[in-house]
T-cell receptor, first 112, second 114 residues
């Protein structure tokens, strides 16, 4: 599993756009980039996944530059309920010896 | 949504008791994981399995043990609980869902040892 680096925390206000960048310099050719969201006292849940360029779903957008060494999760017009920890994971399902370790994530606090 | 279930959700037990946390998934996933997480802290991988009869220790040393006799079932056992085992335990499975590679988590089991 490729090592990832994310900011520890970010503060925002309701209605603003939140962008969280994850660095993954040693991403492999077969690796996908996946973001998870975790609310207090719950397990992480899938938000979005991408391989290159841009992916958008009903929750977020994921921007991946051509070199794929970083990715940016974009949360449009956040609300108080978007306060959570966001994890970036990089890896391929068939990667040998993949223990699936989460990093520290980014703690996002949305203020009124 | 994910079909992965953990029981019990909340448990308070005395020191020295044996406890088994149950985890079941109905998605047919081969890969399953147990994480330990204290409030506001990181997820720590304590056990994982690639399939039936395959179990490995994770990054965080744990006094718990696991078994994988059936694909859908991955229980975690503490033979003699101690207050230091008080934590949230999260079970997960991994497989190809609507997207290429997705991890599904259960709702967690909160264990308090008194």
């Amino acid at each position: 599993l490729a090592k990832t680096t994310q900011p520890i925390s970010m503060d925002s206000y309701e209605g603003q756009e939140v962008n969280i960048t994850c660095s993954h310099n040693n991403i492999a050719t077969n690796d996908y980039i996946t973001w998870y969201q975790q609310f207090p006292s719950q397990g992480p849940r899938f938000i979005i996944q991408g391989y290159k360029t841009k992916v958008t779903n009903e929750v977020a957008s994921l921007f991946i530059p051509a070199d794929r060494k970083s990715s940016t999760l974009s949360l449009p017009r956040v609300s108080l309920s978007d306060t959570a920890v966001y994890y970036c994971l990089v890896g391929a399902l068939k990667a040998a010896g993949n223990k699936l370790t989460f990093g520290g994530g980014t703690r996002v606090l949305v203020k009124p | 949504e994910a079909d992965i279930y953990q029981t019990p959700r909340y448990l308070v037990i005395g020191t020295g008791k044996k406890i088994t946390l149950e985890c079941s998934q109905t998605m047919g996933h081969d890969k399953m994981y147990w994480y330990q997480q204290d409030p506001g802290m990181e997820l720590h991988l304590i056990h994982y399995s690639y399939g039936v009869n395959s179990t490995e220790k994770g990054d965080l040393s744990s006094e718990s043990t696991v078994s994988r006799i059936r694909t859908e079932h991955f229980p975690l056992t503490l033979e003699s609980a101690r207050p230091s085992h008080t934590s949230q335990y999260l079970c997960a499975s991994r497989g190809i869902g609507r997207v290429r590679d997705t991890i599904y988590f259960g709702e967690g089991s909160w264990l308090t040892v008194v």
